[in-house]
């Protein structure tokens, strides 16, 4: 797996072009919010500290960069893609912003979340306030097409809801089977990655079945993105992935990995349950986070997600092969693929 950070050697050019395109309207857009919600916002983002001193962390830009590359692939400029591809931004960091409040995680991108930082509430209208401000970068532009761009932002951002709704719902049972975790992924992951994926090909105005096309793809690159997710929900190292070891294990998450796990005949999958029961009410003992990886180990659920995260990441790739777009484009957008299933962090 790769360990490269957008900027860094190894890591897709596209990342870094796709930051500088669209960075800029993306700092006008959040500079339209209230003062009070703007500092956390940029907090989140990382162009700011705590204290409101510039900072220069963030995200890897990964869903703008899905979007200028569906707007060059259709043989429109770059430029074409940037206002949805803030758009996207602005929704991605909503459901961030969201997730931390849901999942109670305190850190991101190591440090502190906004919630944590700020309180539930700041978390909340933070989250709120990106939502609106993200359809309206696409509605209040008069051409078809930006309507057509805003339709697809909103159905897709209402899919990943209820993928979350679906998530949330999961850590209240005991087991989940592998095919309702898939689709509650579909929803809560590929979704948004596949609006990606189609949403600047649709301001290109680019025909029907490269836009289907194209979000086909991003769907197949979410799902193999968050296979990757799950895996290192549970075995990623925290100094790399920011987050607490086993933190999915933690919140007593139904990921692939565990939901593999718990479909596994044997006295295994009761102790299993049995452990994540009890993560449910309380905070887990080393000792116990350590077993109930071990169980899963052993029951050849890393393996089986592991597979499948690679099927899915061949799937788009052979869709990606068989749409009639720009070679320049394609290029990109399977090296940026490939990137995003292969990645440690």
């Not at 339209?32 to 890897?60: C, N, T």
């Not at 459901?95 to 919630?115: G, K």
């Not at 990886?293 to 788009?316: K, N, P």
Request: with cysteine; charged share 25%.
């Amino acid at each position: 797996m790769q360990t490269a950070k957008p900027g860094q050697p190894g890591s897709p050019p596209i990342l870094s072009r796709a930051k500088e395109l669209v960075y800029p309207s993306l700092r006008e857009a959040v500079d339209e919010l209230h003062p009070g919600i703007r500092h956390m916002v940029e907090y989140h983002l990382g162009w700011i500290d705590a204290e409101g001193r510039p900072d220069s962390r963030g995200g890897k830009s990964v869903r703008p960069a899905f979007a200028v590359l569906s707007a060059e692939a259709a043989g429109a400029p770059a430029q074409t893609a940037v206002p949805a591809a803030v758009a996207i931004e602005l929704v991605h960091n909503f459901s961030l912003l969201h997730d931390d409040i849901m999942d109670q995680d305190r850190e991101r991108r190591h440090r502190t979340t906004v919630w944590a930082r700020y309180g539930v509430a700041a978390g909340i209208i933070s989250g709120d306030a990106l939502v609106v401000l993200a359809l309206d970068q696409l509605l209040r532009r008069p051409e078809p097409a930006a309507l057509a761009a805003a339709r697809r932002v909103w159905a897709d951002t209402r899919d990943m809801i209820g993928g979350q709704v679906d998530d949330l719902g999961f850590e209240e049972r005991v087991a989940v089977t592998w095919e309702e975790c898939v689709a509650m992924e579909a929803q809560k992951t590929g979704a948004l990655l596949a609006c990606s994926a189609c949403v600047g090909a649709i301001l290109a105005e680019a025909p029907a079945p490269v836009v289907e096309g194209l979000a086909g793809f991003g769907m197949h690159v979410g799902l193999a993105f968050q296979a990757v997710d799950d895996m290192l929900g549970i075995w990623g190292r925290p100094e790399v992935t920011g987050k607490p070891t086993s933190s999915d294990l933690r919140r007593s998450k139904k990921s692939l990995p565990i939901s593999a796990a718990l479909e596994v005949e044997g006295p295994g999958r009761d102790e299993l349950a049995g452990l994540l029961g009890d993560f449910h009410t309380r905070e887990p003992a080393e000792s116990e986070l350590e077993r109930a990886v071990e169980l899963i180990e052993s029951s050849g659920s890393r393996e089986r997600t592991a597979r499948y995260a690679a099927d899915h990441l061949r799937a788009a790739l052979e869709m990606l092969d068989s749409l009639p777009i720009v070679p320049e484009a394609h290029a990109e957008l399977a090296g940026l693929a490939r990137f995003l299933g292969e990645r440690d962090y």
